[in-house]
């Protein structure tokens, strides 16, 4: 079955730098384009970055941009989220979500999420 | 940026009955690419509808959701003991991604 696996969260100072991974399996990771949300303590959702299936087109958030770097390894069938000059209000669990459609649907700028991993927290305090 | 914004924040309802869940955007949501999630404490987010009102695999068909342009809707019709959640819409019709703040319906 489809799953999604998190790892790479941990208590930061701000300033620092964190990579997170997410370890697919059970399908073509290949043929997906791929996403990360984010959710502050006892807050709602936000949608941070995206990538093309094939790597080819990144897209972030204004609050992360210039900041987070989105990435894969179709080889290895991991995403990646490397989170560089870390601020308090990045304090979050960090999730990866797959876009429901094969291919994007022809647009991974856009999409809507079927599988989600379980998420990892990020804590940025001084 | 479509700002979303949902109705009621906290909805108190019992099992059995009705749950009627809003979702207005700030303006008109492409293709109607409006979806709707449901999360449970210390969970991931579910994914329920799409496409404004097409149900995802799994999904039971007491969800259901209706709405086009900026105002859209998801209806559980017999609320059962599990349904009990934070539910999130989300437009995917324009970038930035946006989810809205959340309805907790409630026991």
């Known amino acids: 079955q489809v799953q999604l696996v998190e790892s790479g969260g941990g208590v930061v100072q701000p300033g620092r730098s964190l990579r997170l991974s997410c370890a697919v399996s059970?399908?073509?990771?290949?043929?997906?384009?791929m996403h990360w949300v984010r959710q502050a303590p006892d807050k709602g959702l936000e949608w941070v970055a995206a990538?093309?299936?094939?790597?080819?087109?990144?897209y972030y958030a204004d609050s992360v941009k210039g900041r987070f770097t989105i990435s894969r390894d179709n080889s290895k069938n991991t995403l990646y989220l490397q989170v560089n000059s870390l601020r308090v209000e990045d304090t979050a669990v960090y999730y990866c979500a797959r876009d429901r459609r094969t291919y994007c649907g022809g647009d991974c700028s856009l999409g809507n999420f079927d599988h989600w991993g379980q998420g990892t927290q990020v804590t940025v305090s001084s | 940026e479509i700002v979303l914004t949902q109705s009621p924040g906290t909805l108190s309802l019992s099992p059995g009955e009705r749950a009627t869940l809003s979702c207005r955007a700030s303006?008109?949501?492409?293709?109607?690419?409006l979806a709707w999630y449901q999360q449970k404490p210390g969970q991931a987010p579910r994914l329920l509808i799409y496409?404004?009102?097409s149900r995802a695999t799994g999904v039971p068909d007491r969800f259901g959701g209706s709405g086009s342009g900026t105002d859209f809707s998801l209806t559980i019709s017999r609320l059962e003991p599990e349904d009990f959640a934070v539910y999130y819409c989300q437009q995917y019709g324009s970038s930035p991604l946006t989810f809205g703040g959340g309805t907790k319906v409630e026991i």
């Open positions: 059970g399908f073509t990771f290949s043929s997906y384009g």
């Open positions: 303006q008109s949501v492409s293709s109607n690419y």
């Open positions: 990538i093309w299936y094939d790597g080819s087109n990144e």
């Open positions: 496409g404004a009102s």
